[in-house]
């Protein structure tokens, strides 16, 4: 089995500053994948950035860069020069490769920016 | 770009009726899903199937039930609604199979309401 968690159920930011959402995932398996999503209020949920657990480069997807930490099953969502159309809810996911193509996703944590 | 359509965005059922959430993909996705969302709880997986008429439980399959009789259309199906079975429900499909280069693509999402 697999679990998600995210501590944090609400964050703020003032526009244009940076801002980490937390994720702790715990798995015994030693592939799987670590996705963030978004869902803004119209509730389209989007991936915003991926990780490959045995790739020991962080993602990056041009504000949005992840800090992947595997030892501590630790997988942070740092969002940098935060505008506005951020303010959404956050969602970590993991999934096993072996684990029947499901994803196993977090609480999430609504962001709100601020201007 | 990849549609997954959700036959309603909001839904009101009586108690002890047999209500049929609908999700149809337009890219030859081999897995479907349907996910409940629930505040604090956030995506909670409830059936998916990775082909045609298979399905496998997720982690909540009590009182509901699936049907795919169609590669594109994946069914999602209260037999006797309840008011506990309030929530919002999102369907969900990818590729078979997991790489880095896949992910999941979701649709907009049905409220149900059970009064």
């Known amino acids: 089995a697999q679990t998600v968690t995210q501590s944090q159920p609400e964050m703020s930011v003032q526009e244009a500053e940076t801002v980490t959402l937390s994720c702790t995932y715990d798995?015994?398996?030693?592939?799987?994948?670590l996705f963030w999503y978004k869902q803004p209020p119209s509730r389209q949920m989007i991936l915003v950035i991926r990780q490959e657990a045995y790739k020991q480069q962080n993602a990056t997807e041009n504000r949005f860069s992840v800090n992947f930490q595997k030892a501590a099953k630790s997988f942070s969502l740092k969002i940098s020069d935060s505008q506005l159309g951020d303010a959404a809810m956050y969602f970590c996911a993991s999934l096993l490769t072996g684990g029947g193509n499901k994803l196993t996703f977090g609480t999430g944590t609504q962001l709100k920016v601020e201007l | 770009d990849v549609k997954v359509t959700q036959s309603s965005r909001y839904l009101v059922k009586r108690t002890g009726e047999k209500v049929f959430l609908e999700c149809v993909q337009d890219m030859d996705h081999e897995n479907m899903f349907w996910y409940r969302q629930d505040p604090g709880l956030g995506l909670r997986l409830i059936y998916f199937?990775?082909?045609?008429?298979?399905?496998e439980k997720g982690d909540i399959p009590e009182g509901y039930s699936v049907s795919r009789e169609k590669k594109e259309r994946f069914s999602l199906i209260l037999e006797s609604a309840s008011t506990n079975q309030t929530s919002m429900y999102l369907c969900?499909?990818?590729?078979?199979?997991?790489?880095?280069?896949?992910?999941?693509?979701f649709g907009q999402g049905t409220r149900l309401t059970v009064v």
């Open positions: 969900a499909s990818s590729l078979g199979g997991w790489s880095m280069n896949t992910e999941a693509f």
């Open positions: 798995t015994s398996e030693s592939d799987y994948y």
């Open positions: 199937s990775y082909d045609v008429k298979m399905k």
